[in-house]
């Protein structure tokens, strides 16, 4: 039995587009805060604990989070550095095969940790500024935007581990690769 007997079909494209369309996961991660936020408002869902809201510490928590952001952002910028090493065949190759969903990719991971920081700073303003709530829904911003870009870090720094780079590009397949190509051609079938 293998990955593709128990995932539904639907979900692997699903999958494939939030990989390849970076922005659409972070579209997606908007609208699950703005969904939590109506659910909050009309019907009995949880929130961050009102003691954490209402704290005259809040704004510390918020700006620690940043700090936390910058350190998820700092390690994209070595996977996106790493990415761009010249003088590797296998890298040049992936580069050149990945296309613009890779250089979306690579983007997102530099820019997404540079807006969810400004979002947890916003939102240690609002807590400062005397609006606790405003500010617990933009701090819940701010965290499903990192939590979105570590799994994509992880994701990507993954595929790269996974690249031999002593072996010459043509004989280069990884595992996810040959997983996706043999998904494929069953979808075919």
Same mark, same amino acid.
């Given at each position: ?17 939030? /990989? ?7 579209v ?26 209402? &704290?005259?510490?809040?704004? &510390?928590?918020y ?12 390690? !994209? ?11 590797? !065949? ?6 050149r ?8 990719n690579?983007?997102?991971?530099? !820019? ?56 010459p ?11 996706? /190509? ?8």
């Amino acid at each position: 039995m293998t990955l593709a007997d128990v995932v539904p079909p639907w979900q692997s494209d699903v999958m494939r587009a939030l /990989k390849d369309h970076p922005r659409l996961a972070t579209v997606l991660a908007g609208a699950l805060v703005a969904a939590h936020y109506v659910a909050h408002r009309w019907w009995i869902v949880p929130r961050l604990p009102d003691e954490m809201l209402e &704290s005259s510490n809040a704004w &510390s928590y918020y700006a620690g989070c940043a700090g936390l952001v910058a350190l998820v952002g700092s390690f !994209s910028g070595v996977v996106v550095v790493f990415g761009l090493t010249p003088g590797n !065949s296998v890298l040049k190759r992936a580069r050149r095969r990945g296309g613009p969903e890779l250089r979306a990719n690579w983007v997102t991971l530099v !820019s997404t940790p540079l807006l969810a920081a400004g979002i947890l700073v916003l939102a240690a303003g609002m807590a400062l500024a005397g609006k606790p709530v405003a500010a617990g829904w933009t701090f819940e911003m701010g965290i499903v935007l990192t939590i979105v870009v570590a799994l994509r870090l992880v994701w990507i720094f993954r595929r790269l581990v996974n690249m031999d780079l002593d072996k010459p590009a043509r004989k280069q397949a990884s595992g996810l690769a040959l997983v996706e /190509k043999a998904q494929a051609r069953q979808r075919r079938a």
